[in-house]
C-alpha cells in the first residue's frame, strides 16, 4: 500500500523540499496551502517528476472555523485513508514590530501554535483509532530558551513543542508516532534578510527535508536539524538565568 501524506504548508522553502523527499519515495500527497496558483504549480510539478498521486488543497491557518473540513477534504481525496499529516506552516516576524502590536503578537501566536495544535489535534483523533501513522510538525530551537530577538515567535514553538510531547504520550498506547521537529537557522523565505545563507550555521532546505523524511521513516521522536543544533542548544539552555538575561541574543 502506498503511503499517503497530507503536508499542511506544503509551499513553504521546507514544506516544498520535504514533498520533493516524500514523492521521490512514492508517497501520495495532499499539498495544503494558502496560495492557490503555487499550490497547483507544485502539484505539477510533483507529478510530471514522480509520477504519484497529488492534490492541492486550500488551507488558510488563522480560519479556524475551517479546519476540520480541510483535514476531511483532504482524507476524501484518498480512497484508502491517511497514514502521514505533517504541519510545516509557520509565521515570523521581527520582534521590534511584534512588541508594537497586539495583533501581530497574536497573530504569530494563532499561526505557530493555536492554527498547528489545531489541525494536529484534529489529525490524532482521526489517526488514534486508526491504531497506525504519523504526525510530524516543525517547531523550531527557538522554542528551546526565549530570547530577545524573537521570543513571541519562540514563545509560541515553545508552546508547539510541549503540545506535541504530550500528543507523542497520548498516541504512543495506539502505535501513532508523533515527530518534533527543531530546525535551526534554514535558508528560506522566513528568513530572507535576517541570516547569511552562506553562513555554516544556515542549512539549505533540501539537507532539513532528508533529515525530516529519515526521521519519519525511523520513528524519532525529537529531530534537531541540522544534527549539531542538538549541542548548541544543550550549551544555551544550560546558561543561568542571571548570565542569560544580560546576554544580546
Ligand atoms: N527558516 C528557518 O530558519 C526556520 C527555523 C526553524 C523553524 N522553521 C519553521 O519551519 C516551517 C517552514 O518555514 P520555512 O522556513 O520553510 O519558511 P517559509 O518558506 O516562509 O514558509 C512559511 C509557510 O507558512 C505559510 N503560512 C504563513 N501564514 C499562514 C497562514 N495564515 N495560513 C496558511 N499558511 C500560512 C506560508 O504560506 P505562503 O506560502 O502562502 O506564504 C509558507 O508556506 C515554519 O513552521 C517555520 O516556523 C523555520
Not at 9 to 30: D, K, N, P, Q
Not at 160 to 170: D, I, P, T, W
Request: aromatic share 8%; charged share 25%.
Amino acid at each position: 500500500m502506498s503511503e499517503n501524506v497530507i503536508v499542511m504548508g506544503a509551499t513553504s522553502g521546507i514544506g516544498t523540499a520535504l514533498c520533493h523527499e516524500l514523492a521521490r519515495r512514492g508517497c501520495s500527497l495532499v499539498v495544503a496551502g494558502r496560495n492557490q496558483e503555487e499550490l497547483d504549480r507544485l502539484a505539477v510539478d510533483l507529478r510530471l517528476r514522480y509520477q504519484t498521486h497529488v492534490e492541492a488543497e486550500r488551507f488558510e491557518a488563522l480560519n479556524f472555523a475551517e479546519h476540520a473540513a480541510c483535514f476531511d477534504r483532504s482524507v476524501a481525496r484518498f480512497s484508502d485513508g491517511v497514514q502521514g499529516v505533517i504541519v510545516c506552516f509557520g509565521d515570523l516576524a521581527p520582534e521590534q514590530e511584534t512588541h508594537a502590536s497586539l495583533e501581530l503578537t497574536r497573530r504569530i501566536i494563532d499561526v505557530n501554535f493555536t492554527a498547528a495544535a489545531s489541525m494536529l489535534a484534529i489529525a490524532a483523533n482521526y489517526l488514534e483509532p486508526r491504531k497506525a501513522g504519523y504526525l510530524a510538525a516543525i517547531s523550531s530551537v527557538a522554542g528551546d530558551r526565549g530570547r530577545q530577538s524573537n521570543y513571541t515567535y519562540g514563545a509560541a514553538k515553545a508552546g508547539l513543542s510541549a503540545y506535541l510531547a504530550g500528543l507523542r504520550n497520548r498516541l504512543q498506547p495506539a502505535g501513532v508516532h508523533v515527530l518534533t521537529i527543531k530546525p535551526g537557522f534554514v535558508d528560506t523565505a522566513m528568513t530572507e534578510g535576517l541570516v547569511n545563507p552562506n553562513s555554516p550555521l544556515v542549512a539549505k532546505p533540501e539537507r532539513v527535508a532528508r533529515d525530516i523524511d529519515r526521521a519519519i521513516r525511523s520513528r524519532r521522536d525529537v529531530l534537531y536539524t541540522p544534527w549539531f543544533w542538538r549541542p548548541i542548544m544543550l550549551i544555551i539552555r544550560s546558561i543561568p538565568e542571571r548570565v542569560f538575561k544580560r546576554l544580546k541574543l
